[in-house]
């Protein structure tokens, strides 16, 4: 796998205003080093050991996200740090951030995770509890909520995914007022159909990375 033609390849082919995160779950901190040095600077992980190993080791300029579904008793290890949560889940969750936020003094930004798949496995709110998590969110001082995320049906199916994506990008449209600026869509397999449907943040692990084990 070349990374850094990986890197170029995908760039040329998308907007500026497209944020690229490099999803480096279970790949090497020197995998890492070599995406870094082609100028990636926005890197996203799912566990919270994993990231805190490699965020020690590696360069203080990288933006880490958190990508994954985040247990509560972890939230404390990434306050100190963290760039992006994209896996707001639950009320639960956002208590606990705000808490281990306040102790910190750092604003945490975070997105909801909104479940448009149909799989049991995924996580995150029905897109009817937004105005709800927004609204708890509103009160708290340490947790900011930039946008939305969400991960389509694992299918073959174009009509299916074109349709969740479509649908997260309606539920994000109506909330511009409330200031949301992030809409954190698309994996390898499908980021063009989500930058079509107006995701400006993709996740791409594989495709940039090579297949994980
Ligand atoms: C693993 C993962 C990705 C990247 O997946 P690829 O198919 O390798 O691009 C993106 N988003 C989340 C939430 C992930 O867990």
């Keep these: 796998m070349n990374i850094k033609s990986n890197l170029e390849k995908i760039k040329s082919k998308i907007s ?3 944020k690229v995160i490099a999803v480096s779950k279970t790949k090497s901190n020197n995998e890492i ?10 890197f996203g992980e799912n566990k919270v050991q994993e990231l805190i190993e490699k965020s020690s080791a590696l360069p203080k300029d990288i933006e880490w ?22 896996s707001v889940d639950s009320f639960n969750l956002i208590d606990e951030i705000n808490k281990r936020a306040e102790k910190e003094n750092r604003i945490i930004n975070c997105l909801i995770q909104v479940k448009i798949a149909s799989e049991e496995s995924k996580f995150g709110f029905h897109y009817s509890r937004i105005d709800e998590v927004l609204e708890y969110s509103k009160k708290l001082n340490y947790i900011n909520i930039k946008g939305l995320m969400g991960m389509s049906t694992f299918t073959n199916n174009y009509k299916i995914i074109e349709e969740e994506f479509s ?6 449209q109506e909330r511009k007022k409330d200031n949301f600026k992030i809409l954190s869509m698309g994996m390898s397999n499908d980021y063009e159909k989500a930058i079509l449907n107006g995701s400006n943040m993709i996740r791409l692990g594989s495709i940039i990375f090579g297949k994980r084990n």
């Design 65 to 86: 996200h958190f990508i994954g579904h985040l247990q509560r008793n972890k939230v404390k290890f990434i306050i100190p740090f963290i760039h992006l949560i994209h």
């Design 33 to 42: 080093l070599e995406a870094y040095n082609c100028g990636q600077l926005s």
């Design 16 to 18: 500026k205003d497209i």
């Design 167 to 172: 649908l997260l990008n309606k539920v994000f």
